[in-house]
């Protein structure tokens, strides 16, 4: 085989491990549904369970990230807690490991066969059920096509004389053999990947087995300083999260490196000498390196969570943004008493319903809150808080219900709708009158406007929380149908105020709409509440 051939066979390897992994994660993300969530909410109830999960959820998904992204939805949701997520990121290096060893053995004809039932089933997204899992299934096959390619074209690199010459002057540097497995694995984001492909060099002869042990170890540490580039933008919970594994990568490097080094200088057996005895074969040796690093961190790291815990806390608290996107009320467990169910939804739609004044602080002129959130942290927040409900109410409505405990529910979810259309016309306005440039001439006016919905925004939480038909009677009298009262301010704004620019007439009418709009809106809200107290209290 030429040198162009062999590069181009292991290049190409390369490419199908990439499209492997990536078709992996992608359909694992979209297998990962809300009832998938609460489930692994309830195993991370203990830790042995959750570091099972960890184990699982990386081996399946050979991606801690998958295992980060679903501990953290679950923490900025509510449904879980940091401190439990924990063991679930740990032990998720553990599952990925496995695959070191699975790549070293002989399975390229069960490779083969994965890779045709799975392509089939893919290409023809058949059957549709399972499309996501048969995606899955084709990017394992894929992932581990490529390794074999890789294998193919690293055996005969050993032939050359340039590459036996490299090789020859760097037989004895273990420190380089480590700087260039993080380089790889900052440059290719893949750890794993690096791994293997230099497990293959090894048994090709490219590498001793000292500096691929180093060469792994080189590549937690690019993983890491990847894991930390990639966090910058985050902050609180997800960050704290992602550090973790930063955490695992250190903590690993710290306590192997300078076992290797013992080793190697004072000829006290180790992990090089472990591993020789358990099995003749290099590739396998190697693999077992892999395990026992991914294996025995979480192991040790399990028994000083808590520490590790404060000290994530400390390195990145919580925000505010993410203390308000947590559910309060509503938790699987209420699913099997549906009015129980309802009752827990009803609080949750209080506390959104409760934020809307707070979006009019930032622009309102006669404030009366000191310190309230920003009107985006309130959005991204409510918006949040407002998708877990509705996931919740679409699982409540799908249970067994009697007809009256079905119409309740209806009642609710359409309330719901309507309380997420309500914030994002409130949101819109706030944030026009916030970023947009207008006029003295239209001071009043946004004054008036602000002020008048403001009044609605607090009599709408009055209504929510008093049970009270008074007030729910006092809402719906406030927001009678206004339409032509708005359309004669509009005329009368526009006649008195004769130097208004093209832009001002257009936030005019765009302010005065989205009132319109959102006075409406509330309206609606206001006569199904009304309905639903009736109907409940007369049951």
């Not at 359409?414 to 994002?424: A, P």
Request: charged share 15%.
């Amino acid at each position: 085989m030429s040198i162009f051939e062999t590069i181009a066979t292991v290049l190409a390897g390369l490419g199908l491990f990439f499209v492997g992994i990536k078709l992996l994660r992608d359909n694992a993300k979209q297998i990962i549904s809300r009832r998938f969530r609460m489930f692994v909410s309830r195993w991370m109830e203990s830790s042995l369970r959750a570091s099972l999960l960890g184990v699982l959820s990386g081996f399946a998904t050979q991606s801690t990230s998958v295992a980060t992204f679903i501990t953290a939805s679950l923490t900025s949701s509510g449904l879980t807690t940091v401190k439990k997520a924990l063991p679930v990121i740990i032990w998720a290096n553990a599952g990925c490991s496995i695959l070191v060893l699975l790549a070293v053995l002989d399975i390229k004809y069960a490779v083969l066969i994965i890779l045709t039932i799975s392509g089939i089933c893919f290409a023809f997204d058949k059957p549709t059920k399972y499309r996501y899992a048969m995606g899955v299934i084709l990017g394992i096959g894929l992932l581990f096509f490529g390794l074999q390619m890789v294998k193919m074209g690293t055996s005969p690199l050993a032939e050359f004389s340039w590459v036996q010459s490299f090789l020859y002057r760097i037989k004895a540097s273990y420190m380089l053999a480590f700087i260039l497995g993080a380089i790889l694995a900052f440059i290719s984001q893949t750890a794993i990947g690096i791994v293997l492909v230099a497990i293959a060099m090894t048994q090709a002869g490219l590498f001793t087995v000292e500096q691929t042990i180093m060469l792994i170890y080189g590549v937690h540490l690019g993983s890491a300083i990847t894991t930390l580039v990639l966090s910058s933008g985050l902050k609180g919970e997800p960050k704290q999260l992602v550090m973790l594994q930063v955490l695992f990568n250190v903590f690993g490097l710290i306590f192997f490196v300078p076992l290797f080094y013992l080793e190697e200088n004072l000829n006290i057996p180790l992990i090089k000498s472990l591993v020789s005895r358990m099995t003749p074969e290099l590739e396998q040796q190697m693999a077992y390196v892999v395990l026992i690093f991914n294996f025995g961190v979480p192991f040790v790291l399990s028994f000083v969570l808590n520490p590790i815990h404060k000290l994530l806390v400390k390195l990145s608290p919580s925000t505010q943004e993410q203390d308000l996107s947590k559910l309060q009320f509503i938790h699987d467990q209420a699913l099997g008493d549906p009015e129980t169910a309802m009752d827990l939804v009803e609080k949750e739609h209080l506390r959104l319903i409760k934020r809307l004044p707070d979006y009019l602080e930032s622009v309102r002129t006669e404030k009366t809150l000191e310190a309230s959130p920003g009107y985006e942290t309130i959005h991204n927040a409510s918006t949040a808080v407002a998708s877990e409900v509705e996931s919740f109410l679409a699982d409540l409505l799908n249970k067994n219900l009697s007809p009256a405990t079905s119409g309740r529910g209806l009642n609710l979810q359409n309330r719901h709708s309507l309380i997420v259309s309500i914030e994002d016309n409130v949101y819109q306005m706030v944030q026009t009158i916030g970023h947009t440039k207008y006029s003295g001439a239209l001071q009043n006016l946004i004054h008036s406007v602000t002020e008048g919905l403001h009044t609605v925004l607090l009599t709408t939480v009055d209504a929510m929380e008093s049970s009270e038909e008074s007030e729910v009677d006092l809402l719906i009298s406030i927001t009678e149908d206004r339409g032509s009262l708005i359309e004669r301010i509009r005329k009368t704004y526009l006649k008195s105020e004769k130097a208004l620019e093209s832009q001002d007439k257009s936030i005019l009418f765009y302010l005065t709409s989205l009132y319109e709009r959102v006075v409406w809106l509330i309206r609606r809200w206001a006569t199904l509440l009304k309905s639903a107290r009736n109907l409940y209290q007369f049951e």
